[in-house]
């Protein structure tokens, strides 16, 4: 190297740093792939995994009034109106709890979502307590005026 004149030593410098960005530059544009595929798997699974679960959080919300609103009634015919709703909302919660659980992979969320669906199973149960009992339910509560239900 020490032979070689000052301008072929710059060349062979300057190549070594051209190379070098260059290498950079393609370890850059490889990584931001793997960002952009990481990005798109969120946005895809975990954002619609996100969304159905409050789809499926908001028709719970809906089904509790109208069980309420059954257990207020002794109405036969408001009853069966509100049970039409429940049984409908009820399929359509059923399909967005068959889509979150189609989409869980860790651990953890499938321990919660487990759980969850323990708890959906007791509440289902309870409220075709209610419906079976409707009537009485409503009189309890007419007769008994410190049950408040917001």
Do not use: C
């Amino acid at each position: 190297m020490k032979n070689l004149k000052i301008g072929v030593r710059l060349s062979i410098g300057f190549i070594s740093l051209l190379m070098l960005m260059a290498l950079m530059v393609g370890l850059g544009v490889w990584r931001l792939g793997s960002i952009g595929d990481a990005s798109d798997d969120m946005t895809r699974v975990a954002l619609a995994k996100e969304r159905d679960s409050v789809q499926w959080h908001a028709a719970i919300k809906e089904n509790g009034v109208r069980t309420l609103a059954v257990m207020k009634s002794d109405d036969d015919a408001f009853q069966a109106y509100f049970q039409k709703q429940i049984d409908a909302q009820s399929a359509q919660i059923s399909q967005l709890q068959k889509r979150v659980e189609a989409a869980i992979v860790d651990p953890e969320e499938k321990r919660l979502f487990d759980e969850v669906g323990r708890l959906r199973a007791a509440y289902r149960a309870t409220r075709q307590k209610i419906f079976d009992n409707a009537t009485e339910l409503f009189h309890l509560v007419e007769t008994d005026k410190e049950i408040n239900f917001g």
